[in-house]
């Protein structure tokens, strides 16, 4: 094979295999890629389309249970696939970096920002340690974190995900690399985090003239972020063009479904006449040691209605949820469920009490214990609620697999590593419903899933609700959740609540200046829409929004 001069990355059919009921299957079948200097390619698709695969594959690394079968991965003239493996180990971290989706778990707790993102440079005798150091601090400016001189020197858990995943792009910097694999880099983030990241790292591979594959499931994001854009299918390739014209006019009905996800959109509905609350936030002040994290948030929840709670992070969202459920007990105010006033501390709980508000979590492979069995998962709280045992037990996680849309005989005896991840949130909600709760905490349920998938599950959420008349609390940052599940609105900013109401009015100006920056700071499927805002809010350079 014979590269172009600003070839950087040339990948020729591509094949890989992974490893599933001892035997080996094709999941990745001859996919093309060609990257120069310099230059971002957008690889999207829903889960299962080989996004992450191929993004390691481009640094000749396969996850474990999977292996590179065929084809020509070269890189900037060296031939990935038949390469020695300490020659690739080489490559990794110095010339190529990767930016993995969650910061928080990729980072090591237990050392601080500054010493993980030295260990490469002085390991490759790129820079000696103090060099490094003082490096890391100039990365860290030119990302906009706050007290750059200082921040390194905090652990992982004394910064904030926006912070946290700034502090990884600067550590895939730290050995100037030629190519930066981002993998689903602000997929967790609030709008208002998502713009300074986003920002940032638009800046950073610009000023060093980076080439970077940037993989994502989020539409509007990739339009900002990428001169290119590669549409997968499970395992294949369906198109590509530049940005512009994928956006505009792309050829293949899968890319225009994908254009048009998010289509799902159900009635607002008001509040039942003469009905109480079936969960009411009174007045709610909580704090973490001496720190005070909520001040006198109230709202209200009805009966087969969603309220939805939006925000960044650290605006006490899934804290008020903390106190809800009692985990956290508030210092003053109260919590009160179908007109009884809840004791402060899950502990001080009746079973009954505990059964009327249960939790979905944002991530289900962490929720979800990979070593125990889909029938146990959700047998586990129908036995400790309901008192059932025997085939009543089988027959309960039957008719829960039934109401999530999981055929029973495929997966009660299988364990969650085995299902996808539309399929384990599946399965988190089915655990829910087995307390058989009236009230329904549902936090960032969607955050992590791609759009196909997503919608998928704010279906299955809204059916469960008309069926079972649930009322939900939505926590979330993603405003075009709220625009087709929710009801009514919550706003909450450092700990209060700054605008409540009906999603109609919420969504109509005059807004309240928190509530106007947070609809201003949803992506659009624009490849200047970024550049516009940051314009329209001062920002000269880039890396500055950091700051705004």
Same mark, same amino acid.
């Given at each position: 094979? /014979?590269? @172009?001069? *600003?070839v950087l990355l040339q990948i020729e059919d591509l094949r890989i295999e992974g490893y599933s009921d001892e035997k080996w299957i094709e999941i990745v079948h001859g996919v093309d890629l060609t990257l120069k200097r310099g230059q971002v390619m957008g690889l999207i698709g829903e889960s299962g389309a080989g996004k992450s695969t191929i993004g390691l594959a481009a640094m000749g690394f396969a996850r474990d249970g999977c292996r590179i079968s065929g084809g020509s991965i070269e890189f900037d003239g060296m031939e990935l696939t038949t390469t020695s493996e300490s020659d690739r180990r080489a490559l990794r971290g110095s010339r190529i970096a990767y930016v993995a989706q969650s910061a928080a778990a990729s980072f090591n707790p237990a050392h601080k920002l500054i010493d993980q993102h030295t260990e490469a440079p002085? !390991? #490759?005798? +790129? =820079? /000696? %340690?103090?060099? $490094?150091?003082? @490096?890391?601090?100039?990365? #860290?400016?030119?990302?906009?974190?706050?007290?750059?001189?200082? +921040?390194?020197? %905090?652990? &992982? !858990?004394?910064v904030s995900g926006g912070q946290l995943q700034r502090a990884m792009t600067a550590m895939a910097m730290a050995c100037r690399p030629d190519l930066i694999i981002f993998d689903e880099p602000t997929t967790a983030l609030d709008v208002t985090t998502q713009i300074e990241v986003l920002a940032a790292i638009r800046d950073i591979v610009d000023q060093f003239n980076t080439a970077a594959i940037y993989i994502t499931h989020d539409l509007a994001v990739v339009a900002q972020m990428s001169d290119v854009i590669k549409v997968l299918l499970k395992g294949n390739e369906v198109e590509e063009a530049d940005t512009e014209t994928m956006l505009k006019s792309p050829k293949e009905d899968y890319t225009k479904s994908l254009w048009a996800v998010r289509s799902f959109q159900r009635d607002e509905k008001k509040r039942p006449e003469n009905t109480q609350p079936i969960m009411s936030v009174q007045n709610v002040d909580a704090a973490y040691g001496p720190v005070k994290v909520l001040q006198d948030v109230s709202f209200d929840v009805y009966p087969g209605m969603t309220v939805a709670v939006v925000g960044e992070s650290g605006s006490g969202k899934s804290t008020t949820a903390r106190c809800i459920t009692g985990l956290l007990p508030p210092t003053s105010g109260k919590i009160v469920a179908?007109?009884?006033?809840?004791?402060? $501390?899950?502990?001080? =709980?009746? /079973?009954d009490q505990l059964r009327q508000a249960q939790m979905i979590y944002q991530m289900a492979d962490t929720a979800l214990n990979p070593k125990v069995r889909i029938c146990d998962i959700i047998g586990r709280p129908a036995a400790f609620y309901g008192g059932l045992k025997g085939t009543k037990l /089988? $027959?309960?996680? @039957?008719?829960l697999l039934d109401l999530i849309e999981l055929e029973p005989s495929k997966y009660y005896h299988r364990y969650p590593p085995e299902l996808s991840g539309g399929q384990k949130q599946r399965i988190g909600i089915a655990r829910a419903l087995a307390a058989e709760p009236s009230f329904i905490i549902c936090d960032e349920v969607t955050s992590a899933l791609d759009q196909l998938v997503a919608e998928g599950i704010l279906k299955l959420l809204d059916r469960l609700q008309r069926e079972l008349n649930l009322a939900y609390m939505f926590i979330t940052h993603d405003l075009a959740t709220v625009r087709s599940i929710a009801d009514e609105v919550v706003v909450m900013k450092?700990? =209060?609540?700054?605008?409540?109401? &009906?999603?109609?009015?919420?969504?109509?100006? &005059? !807004? !309240?200046? #928190?509530? *106007?920056l947070l609809l201003s700071s949803v992506p659009e499927m624009d490849p200047n829409w970024l550049t516009t805002v940051l314009e329209e809010r001062g920002v000269d350079n880039i890396g500055e929004a950091a700051n705004v």
């Open positions: 094979m /014979k590269q @172009d001069q *600003d002085v !390991h #490759y005798r +790129i =820079r /000696k %340690r103090m060099e $490094s150091q003082e @490096d890391a601090m100039q990365l #860290y400016e030119r990302l906009r974190l706050p007290n750059p001189q200082e +921040i390194g020197f %905090r652990y &992982p !858990h004394q179908n007109g009884m006033e809840l004791p402060p $501390s899950y502990k001080q =709980r009746t /079973k /089988k $027959s309960r996680v @039957d008719e450092e700990g =209060r609540v700054v605008e409540q109401g &009906p999603k109609g009015e919420m969504f109509t100006p &005059p !807004h !309240h200046p #928190y509530t *106007d």
